[in-house]
Nanobody, 115 residues
């Protein structure tokens, strides 16, 4: 079955960096686009970044120029490098894949940006 396991979240000061990882299993990773979403308290879940099978990327306007999504098909892993973090980036970050008409989610990893 599809499994997505995120890691790398934590507490960081404004201006700092974090790298999130998502280890995928249960499907042919290289055949699917992968995405990162986030959900802040009291807000709806929102798309942060997406990477296609060919490596094309797109980002939410709020993170353009600060976040970078990448993938390593040999390791079945997708990454989110987050730089110049702001307090408004505080959220639970989720890895997701849309496969066979179903969107699968990981359990999420908490990112808190605070001094």
């Amino acid at each position: 079955q599809v499994q997505l396991v995120e890691s790398g979240g934590g507490l960081v000061q404004p201006g700092g960096s974090l790298r999130l990882s998502c280890a995928a299993s249960g499907f042919t990773f290289s055949n699917y686009a992968m995405s990162w979403y986030r959900q802040a308290p009291g807000k709806e879940r929102e798309l942060v970044a997406r990477i296609t099978t060919s490596g094309s990327t797109n980002y939410a306007d709020s993170v353009k120029g600060r976040f970078t999504i990448s993938r390593d098909n040999a390791k079945n892993t997708v990454y989110l490098q987050m730089n110049s973090l702001k307090p408004e980036d505080t959220a639970v970050y989720f890895c997701t894949v849309y496969r066979g008409g179903v969107r699968y989610w990981g359990q999420g990893t908490q990112v808190t940006v605070s001094s």
